[in-house]
């Protein structure tokens, strides 16, 4: 054999060497994700159901509250806390997901647990959007964005009803 061939040998054994632990790499950590994504009920963050919320026990309180709430019987999480758009609404969903995933899983969490700027400016939106005939002629200040007041500073319990008073609408 010459020395040609059995460095070109050696290079193949090599590089299947290699092809071999990326693959059982890569193959770990799909297994693992899978794991992590069935244990976490994952797939049940992609419907509306409300219960998909309280896979994390953190959200128990604000879960108990809504279903006692003055829009238990017309609204849903997603109804308030997601935009209506569909691009919109997979996006929010993705973003939070992430952070949720994250957050609980290294347990690094305000509590209790805080609505975010960006999804505060959600929720503002969708209360006035369900709400127009009564906030089409509030004007300027009903909107977020705009610097005006925040409909949950005076609607605080609504969502999520009497009993979660102020602390409701901390996510």
Not at 24 to 45: D, P, R
Not at 108 to 114: A, V
Request: proline content about 3%.
């Amino acid at each position: 054999m010459t020395a040609n061939r059995f460095a070109a040998r050696s290079r193949m054994a090599g590089a299947i060497t290699a092809s071999l632990v990326l693959a059982a790499l890569l193959g770990l950590l799909a297994g693992i994700g899978a794991f992590a994504f069935v244990y976490a009920e994952g797939f049940s963050y992609m419907s509306s159901d409300p219960k998909a919320c309280v896979n994390c026990h953190i959200m128990r309180p604000q879960y108990d509250a809504w279903q006692k709430s003055s829009h238990h019987s017309v609204a849903t999480c997603v109804d308030c806390h997601l935009p209506h758009d569909f691009v919109g609404k997979w996006r929010a969903k993705a973003e939070n997901g992430y952070h949720h995933s994250v957050a609980f899983t290294f347990q690094d969490f305000h509590e209790p647990i805080m609505i975010k700027k960006g999804n505060a400016r959600i929720l503002q939106q969708n209360c006035v959007h369900c709400h127009e005939a009564i906030t089409h002629g509030l004007g300027p200040g009903t909107s977020l964005a705009e610097g005006g007041v925040q409909c949950v500073h005076c609607h605080a319990s609504v969502g999520h009803g009497e009993t979660a008073g102020l602390g409701g609408m901390r996510h």
